[in-house]
């Protein structure tokens, strides 16, 4: 009796250790799908991201396409440049300059041969130049007006509205040139200085002055200095020193305000050389601006976190700068007439001039720039380079009073 009884519990040893090793195999098993599943997810998350980001972007576009909102498509390209030019896109890479109509139509395409290419549009002309070449094509809406040949290499350019055109450029004799070209492309003034290099030249709505950014320095502190010139004259007639900040960019508010986004604080200063309103930066870093006549905007974050996002404007007429905080981090800014458009991280929203919001934001998804135009029409550019679509419907409404 006592060798049965010992048997079977030999037997239910034997079968409870099959047991216990079929549920360790099962576990074991289901722990190394998890980890395949785990470490394909790791590996392959980079394409898994892209792939549902063009799905989702897929989606967006076709119901765009439903709502019928017009797109335009051009040709892909890593090098592409946008800009807006009466409502009309342009197109610029390393080959060629296209200008699209707001219904797609091609109005122009110039072939081109640029390795570093650059922009710059007003009403007047479409100016697309090589970055250290001494060639500037001047192009209307169908056509080729003009080609400008400098006597040194470009740094850069503007323009504006009245289509007169800025070019600061080296020189062989001299650190630094500016070239002062009128509407039909004739050279109307030249500065040559010894004493400092020169970042941007920028001209007045009216045609009548230009205000130069120079770099220079201030026992070992780099600053920079703004100098305001009448085209009638050799010499600057004022100046005015934005002190341990380097500007990145300017625009002129009206004939007699100039607004200088430095990186560190922004000013306006009046063409005497007065300094009008000033916006300290603080703790908070640029993360992006935009100018147009009329209107400067920039977008601040904090240095240490990066967040706390601020909205910054200056505009014609305005002695205080507005500042608002959003909601997101902003990723690029576009201005143009009285409109103000804010790509965040999956949104994008519209404010007038002095941050005033149009409506809610509007979701997005896949779009790495934007656009606007005077009238309002927002175009997105998609990271597929897959063409642009008009965000404009969503925005049509007046600021809000609590904006």
Known sequence: MRYTIRQEDKEAIVRDKRIEFVKHGRRTVLLAILLTV??????????????????????????VEEAGIDRIYFEPDSTNLYSLYNYNLAVLNHGTLKLYTPAGGELLSLQLGFSRPAIET???????????SNKVYVTEQTSLKNTIETEGSI?????????????TRDDEYYRSVVDVYDNSQKLVYCWKTS???????????????????????????????????????????????LEGSIATDMCFLDNDNLCVIGDSKAVVVDTIG???????????????????????????????????????SFSAGS??????????????????????????TQSVEMFNITLKPYGQPVEVYGVR????SEDGKTLLIYS???????????FRKAPSENG
């Open 38 to 63: 785990v470490l394909s997810l790791y590996i392959f998350r980079t394409d898994m991201v892209e792939a549902y980001t063009s799905l989702i972007t897929r989606n967006q576009m076709e119901s």
């Open 122 to 132: 007003g009403k007047a002309y479409i100016t697309a130049y090589d970055r250290g």
């Open 155 to 167: 740094i850069s350019l503007s323009q504006n509205n009245e289509g007169f055109i800025a070019v």
């Open 195 to 241: 004493d400092y290099y020169l970042l941007r030249t920028v001209i007045s709505p009216d045609s009548k002055q230009i205000a130069v950014a120079a770099l220079t320095q201030n026992e070992g502190v780099f600053r920079t200095k703004i100098m305001f010139f009448r085209l009638d004259r050799e010499e600057y007639g004022s100046s005015y020193f």
């Open 274 to 312: 007065l300094e009008v309103s000033s916006y300290d930066f603080g703790s908070d870093v640029l993360k992006t601006c935009d100018t147009a006549e009329g209107c400067a905007v920039f977008a601040l974050s904090d240095r240490t976190s990066g967040l706390g996002s601020k909205l910054v």
């Open 319 to 344: 002695k205080e700068a507005n500042v608002i905080s959003t909601y997101d981090a902003v990723r690029k800014l576009s201005v143009c007439g009285n409109y103000i458009a804010a790509l965040y």
């Open 369 to 372: 720039d934007l656009l606007v």
């Open 384 to 394: 597929s380079e897959a063409g642009y679509v008009d965000l404009l419907t969503p």
